[in-house]
Nanobody
């Protein structure tokens, strides 16, 4: 079974940057569409970004466009979420998820994703 592990979260000030990593052992992430989701206390889970298994489709939620970048390093079997110009409203637990289906990706249907990591906390102070 595919196991995903997120890392890279932490506490930063407004305007700071973090790079989240999503890694897997034994299975190649290049075969999966990968999504990043977040959930803040008292709020519903929100799709942040995704990248298709062929890297030909990338999607971002409007609130992070121009600030966040999703990309893969297949040699390291890792998908990253580079987060710049962080805002307090970005504070949440961030999860990566893998979709075994082929084709594109979507951040609007979390139920499509088959495997989830345990999450990493991102806190942005004002």
């Amino acid at each position: 079974q595919l196991q995903l592990v997120e890392s890279g979260g932490g506490l930063v000030q407004t305007g700071g940057s973090l790079r989240l990593s999503c890694e897997a052992a034994r299975f190649s992430l290049s075969n999966y569409a990968i999504g990043w989701f977040r959930q803040a206390p008292g709020k519903e889970r929100e799709g942040v970004s995704c990248i298709s298994n062929g890297d030909n489709e990338i999607e971002y939620v409007n609130s992070v466009k121009g600030r966040f970048t999703i990309f893969r390093d297949n040699a390291k079997n890792t998908v990253y979420l580079q987060m710049n110009s962080l805002k307090p409203e970005d504070t949440a637990v961030y999860y990566c998820a893998a979709d075994v289906g082929i084709g594109g990706c979507t951040i609007n249907r979390p139920s499509l994703y088959d495997y989830w990591g345990q999450g990493t906390q991102v806190t942005v102070s004002s």
